[in-house]
């Protein structure tokens, strides 16, 4: 099968296109014919060296997929059948023709979503999920600022917010250039997270009160910054770590009853397997209604994924990427 794979770590050059064996399921597994996958930040960590999720090298790349099963372990349980079009989080890496995913991280498609929206929108429609609704624990006219609010996670996370009853709903960006597009989401204010000032700006905005939850995949500098905004009672939700090392002082948090909660799906699906399809699920449903839809900018075949990875180095994107394979 044709693949891309990582031999070793670095730029968007070291994504090489190479003929590989198709890997073959185990107990418990399905080989699913790639029609395509998401470029998510974490492929972007594991090519630097950089995610704590990623496999030894080499290894191919990719963290959720479309396609359809074309053989399924004979010891499996009886949960699909040949030729079903299904959405899952692979284990051998989704940069691939065909990939295997265990049966209890594999989704049939629902009737009413389409490709595209299954392609683009299962791993950042389950990581913005999770963290404004279960850990930051959103509730109807909660205030909410969003980190990198152009990003796939971020912007699927503007749409959640709404969709949920927050209240004031800010967003984050790194380029000024993006403004335009975060404002066109519907909220109710844009700050550059790289100015390091932004806390002053949605003081100001919120009548010095401060927000109710913050969403950081950022990390650095930004999370003193968001310890100033954030409001009595307030959640900080921490999932990644883009700018540096996440460092918070634990005086600043009790005094106010302020929490700081992390979050990482990949831990999750490797520790508690079985939580996965609640997950999954209300994201599915949402799509499934029509409520959700997440925006997809830019898409490219496999054997051009460094392009894809280049934009992302690059800060150039907004929405999804998309990598079609067949």
Request: glycine share 12%; with cysteine.
């Given at each position: 099968?044709?693949?891309?794979?990582?031999?070793?770590?670095?730029?968007?050059?070291?994504?090489?296109?190479?003929?590989?064996?198709?890997?073959?399921?185990?107990?418990?597994?399905?080989?699913?014919?790639?029609?395509?996958?998401?470029?998510?930040?974490?492929?972007?960590?594991?090519?630097?060296?950089?995610?704590?999720?990623?496999?030894?090298?080499?290894?191919?790349?990719?963290?959720?997929?479309?396609?359809?099963?074309?053989?399924?372990?004979?010891?499996?349980?009886?949960?699909?059948?040949?030729?079903?079009?299904?959405?899952?989080?692979?284990?051998?890496?989704?940069?691939?023709?065909?990939?295997?995913?265990?049966?209890?991280?594999?989704?049939?498609?629902?009737?009413?979503?389409?490709?595209?929206?299954?392609?683009?929108?299962?791993?950042?429609?389950?990581?913005?999920?999770?963290?404004?609704?279960?850990?930051?624990?959103?509730?109807?006219?909660?205030?909410v600022l969003i980190h990198s609010a152009a990003g796939g996670?971020?912007?699927?996370?503007?749409?959640?917010?709404?969709?949920?009853?927050?209240?004031?709903?800010?967003?984050?960006?790194?380029?000024?250039?993006?403004?335009?597009?975060?404002?066109?989401?519907?909220?109710?204010?844009?700050?550059?997270?790289?100015?390091?000032?932004?806390?002053?700006?949605?003081?100001?905005?919120?009548?010095?009160?401060?927000?109710?939850?913050?969403?950081?995949?950022?990390?650095?500098?930004?999370?003193?910054?968001?310890?100033?905004?954030?409001?009595?009672?307030?959640?900080?939700?921490?999932?990644?770590?883009?700018?540096?090392?996440?460092?918070?002082?634990?005086?600043?948090?009790?005094?106010?009853?302020?929490?700081?909660?992390?979050?990482?799906?990949?831990?999750?699906?490797?520790?508690?397997?079985?939580?996965?399809?609640?997950?999954?699920?209300?994201v599915m449903d949402l799509l499934q209604s029509g409520q959700?839809?997440?925006?997809?900018?830019?898409?490219?075949?496999?054997?051009?994924?460094?392009?894809a990875h280049d934009l992302m180095d690059r800060g150039q994107?907004?929405?999804?990427?998309?990598?079609?394979?067949?």
């Amino acid at each position: 099968m044709k693949a891309i794979q990582i031999a070793e770590n670095g730029g968007p050059e070291v994504l090489k296109l190479v003929d590989l064996p198709t890997p073959e399921p185990g107990p418990g597994q399905v080989l699913i014919r790639v029609k395509g996958t998401s470029v998510n930040y974490a492929d972007i960590k594991a090519r630097q060296g950089r995610y704590h999720g990623a496999p030894p090298l080499p290894f191919i790349p990719g963290l959720d997929v479309l396609g359809q099963i074309v053989a399924i372990h004979p010891e499996s349980p009886p949960v699909f059948s040949e030729g079903q079009w299904v959405v899952a989080f692979p284990r051998t890496g989704s940069y691939a023709e065909y990939t295997v995913a265990d049966i209890a991280h594999t989704f049939a498609l629902p009737p009413g979503i389409s490709h595209d929206q299954a392609q683009a929108a299962l791993l950042v429609g389950v990581t913005a999920d999770q963290v404004l609704r279960v850990k930051g624990r959103l509730a109807p006219g909660d205030s909410v600022l969003i980190h990198s609010a152009a990003g796939g996670v971020g912007s699927t996370a503007v749409k959640l917010a709404h969709i949920y009853g927050a209240g004031k709903v800010w967003g984050s960006i790194g380029r000024e250039e993006k403004r335009a597009w975060v404002e066109q989401l519907g909220v109710d204010g844009v700050f550059i997270y790289r100015g390091r000032t932004y806390a002053d700006d949605l003081l100001a905005q919120s009548g010095g009160r401060g927000v109710d939850v913050i969403l950081n995949g950022l990390g650095g500098g930004t999370l003193s910054e968001d310890m100033r905004c954030l409001a009595p009672l307030g959640r900080l939700v921490v999932f990644g770590d883009t700018l540096g090392p996440n460092l918070i002082a634990p005086t600043v948090l009790y005094p106010t009853n302020r929490s700081v909660i992390g979050f990482s799906f990949g831990h999750l699906r490797r520790e508690r397997p079985d939580q996965v399809a609640a997950m999954v699920a209300p994201v599915m449903d949402l799509l499934q209604s029509g409520q959700l839809s997440v925006t997809i900018s830019e898409r490219f075949p496999l054997d051009e994924a460094r392009l894809a990875h280049d934009l992302m180095d690059r800060g150039q994107t907004v929405g999804k990427i998309l990598i079609d394979v067949a």
